[in-house]
């Protein structure tokens, strides 16, 4: 009896330190808002404010964020939008994964949005990877 409950704490403990030790790739990156944000960011944020594109706001020992802005659209063009964000960490890598929609309904309320991501330490990775809707793809505009 006792052999059982030394078996049965040991597989609980197993298992909790696994679960405690996984990070989900939902949970590497998270998404703020403009008043997160501080002045100098807020300020790089505005500066971009009529351009598309994939940005990153990175100062040393701050906090770094992901921009993705689709604020553009020629009449005519399929407009833009984020659907999906999603990021991990392999081999010190940064990896974020965009999956980027279109629409021709410009009144659609998924459009003309400024998307915000909070990064993870830039001490847990050495680089960063972004693919959009599959394809490698670079940022547009770094801000310091």
Do not use: W
């Not at 944000?37 to 971009?48: E, G, H, R, S, Y």
């Amino acid at each position: 009896m006792k052999f059982r409950k030394t078996i049965c704490s040991i597989l609980l403990l197993i298992i909790v330190c696994l679960c405690g030790c996984t990070t989900s790739p939902d949970h590497v990156i998270k998404e703020v808002n403009i008043q997160k944000l501080n002045k100098k960011a807020q300020t790089f944020v505005q500066t971009i404010n009529d351009r598309n594109g994939l940005f990153l706001y990175s100062l040393i020992n701050e906090d770094q964020f992901l921009i993705v802005k689709y604020s553009t659209v020629v009449q005519g063009d399929e407009a833009k939008y984020l659907s999906n964000i999603t990021a991990e960490i392999a081999d010190r890598i940064l990896i974020i994964n965009i999956e980027e929609m279109g629409t021709d309904k410009y009144d659609d309320d998924r459009l003309n949005k400024t998307r915000i991501f909070q990064l993870p330490n830039e001490k847990d990775y050495d680089n960063i990877q972004i693919f959009k809707n599959g394809e490698e793809t670079m940022i547009d505009s770094v801000g310091v």
